[in-house]
């Protein structure tokens, strides 16, 4: 059974940092792409980064320069590096891979960016 744990969410003022993980249960993620996505109250879940198998990545143009996305394969985690973190940035992050053409997501973990 595939599973995706996130972590790392928390409260951070603007300017600040934060590192994201996901750790991937029920599947390898060295030959998935992986993403995080991220859901602010009243919005649509939007795409943040995502990381192909071969390690090319691609970003949302508003997290461009700020986050970067990363895969550890011995741990099976995914990161989230997120810098100069902006009160836009509030969300809910998610965590997703594809497996067998069915979308898998974690619970997602809160980023709150205070100004």
């Known amino acids: 059974q595939v599973q995706l744990v996130e972590s790392g969410g928390g409260l951070v003022q603007v300017g600040g940092s934060l590192r994201l993980s996901c750790a991937a249960s029920?599947?390898?993620?060295?030959?998935?792409?992986m993403a995080w996505y991220r859901q602010a109250p009243g919005k649509q879940r939007e795409l943040v980064a995502a990381?192909?198998?071969?390690?090319?990545?691609n970003y949302a143009d508003s997290v461009k320069g700020r986050f970067t996305i990363s895969r550890d394969n011995a741990k099976n985690t995914v990161y989230l590096q997120m810098n100069s973190l902006k009160p836009e940035d509030t969300a809910d992050y998610y965590c997703?891979?594809?497996?067998?053409?069915?979308?898998?997501w974690g619970k997602g973990t809160l980023v709150t960016v205070s100004s």
């Open positions: 997703n891979t594809k497996y067998y053409d069915m979308d898998y």
């Open positions: 029920g599947i390898f993620i060295r030959v998935k792409d």
């Open positions: 990381i192909t198998s071969l390690g090319r990545t």
